[in-house]
């Protein structure tokens, strides 16, 4: 892998994303069917936030859940929004942004 390579030769093309309105049940359910941790928030075209499993797991017993289960707790994620889990401080960086550019952020 190029260091010099914009980081848009690696990163993930087809995102899934939640809108601020969805619901934490809805992004539960995307967690586990696509096999993911992190999904970022969105506003039209905008990044306004990223929510993770972990968040989830802060305020729920999600961990709890058979990953074949269906069935959620709905009872505590009505209790909060997205806007309220979501981390709102994020980084972002352009498709042009190097790979070693990102690392360094990321380190």
């Given at each position: 892998?190029?260091?010099?390579?914009?980081?848009?030769?690696?990163?993930?093309?087809?995102?899934i994303?939640?809108?601020?309105?969805?619901?934490?049940?809805?992004?539960?359910?995307?967690?586990?069917?696509?096999?993911?941790?992190?999904?970022?928030?969105?506003?039209?075209?905008?990044?306004?936030?990223?929510l993770?499993?972990t968040?989830?797991?802060?305020?729920?017993?999600?961990?709890?859940?058979?990953?074949?289960?269906?069935?959620?707790?709905?009872?505590?994620?009505?209790?909060?929004?997205?806007?309220?889990?979501?981390?709102?401080?994020?980084?972002?960086?352009?498709?042009?942004?190097?790979?070693?550019?990102?690392?360094?952020?990321?380190?």
């Amino acid at each position: 892998m190029k260091k010099r390579a914009p980081v848009s030769t690696i990163m993930t093309k087809n995102i899934i994303a939640l809108n601020r309105t969805d619901d934490l049940e809805t992004a539960e359910k995307l967690f586990k069917q696509h096999h993911i941790r992190h999904i970022p928030v969105v506003t039209g075209e905008v990044i306004i936030g990223m929510l993770s499993y972990t968040d989830l797991l802060r305020i729920s017993f999600a961990d709890a859940v058979n990953d074949e289960e269906t069935e959620v707790d709905t009872v505590v994620y009505n209790m909060f929004s997205i806007d309220q889990v979501m981390t709102k401080n994020i980084v972002t960086v352009n498709s042009d942004t190097t790979i070693k550019d990102v690392a360094e952020i990321l380190s």
